[in-house]
């Protein structure tokens, strides 16, 4: 198994751009979710999904959308970036409610 | 709301004492808790948890022990090695798949 891999791992993008980070995970997990993480500072979470069509709102989703048309992906995307969205992004899948989550190698985006 | 913080930011240890990284939490209902190490450019990569209904759980070399009567999580490293250099979060959940993180404490090992 791969694992949760994540595309790009890293990414520039003008103010006003927009543009999807994409994850995948090869698990057959239902659970999956978006966080970012600023220097020096924990994981907040975007957005995540408990299965296939159904997706909801964590700490921080404003400036982000997402979508989950089947199990295996959950890309996110940035309708239109902002420098406040520069930061380091983690998707990561459990198998079920309240177990360990596994995390992907992360997408670096910069926003100028 | 609900919060996960950490005492100390960092924390340096000689090779081969054993380290413990503290944690408190606000949210006496949270159930489950999870210990995550994050090297550095990496994702969190998962240590060890433990559940509401338990006091302590061992790993290889590594001890997560909870206090539910002071809100405290606590993560003991054996015999702490270079590669457990690192950054550690500690994360707790409430019967959700929403994980509340702490900021996270760098763990240094000295040769």
């Known amino acids: 198994n791969a694992g949760v891999t994540q595309t790009p791992k890293f990414q520039v993008l003008k103010t006003g751009q927009s543009m999807t980070l994409q994850c995948a995970q090869d698990m057959n997990h239902e659970y999956m979710s978006w966080y970012r993480q600023d220097p020096g500072m924990g994981l907040r979470l975007i957005h995540y999904s408990v299965g296939a069509g159904i997706t909801d709102q964590g700490e921080v989703p404003n400036g982000y959308n997402v979508s989950r048309s089947t199990t295996e992906d959950f890309p996110l995307r940035l309708l239109s970036a902002a420098p406040s969205q520069t930061s380091v992004y983690f998707c990561?899948?459990?198998?079920?409610?309240?177990?360990?989550?596994?995390f992907g190698p992360g997408t670096r985006l910069l926003v100028l | 709301g609900e919060n996960v913080g950490l005492h100390l930011p960092t924390l340096s240890v000689q090779e081969g004492d054993n380290s413990i990284i503290n944690c408190a939490y606000s949210n006496s209902a949270s159930d489950y808790f999870i210990w995550y190490k994050q090297e550095s450019g990496k994702g969190p990569q998962f240590i060890i948890d433990i559940r509401s209904n338990m006091d302590k759980r061992q790993g290889q070399r590594v001890t997560v022990l909870l206090n539910k009567t002071v809100k405290h999580l606590s993560l003991q490293i054996a015999a702490t090695q270079p590669g457990d250099s690192a950054v550690y979060f500690c994360?707790?959940?409430?019967?959700?798949?929403?994980?509340?993180f702490g900021s996270g404490t760098r763990l240094l090992v000295r040769p």
């Open positions: 994360a707790e959940s409430l019967r959700s798949y929403k994980l509340i």
């Open positions: 990561a899948s459990s198998p079920s409610l309240s177990e360990t989550q596994y």
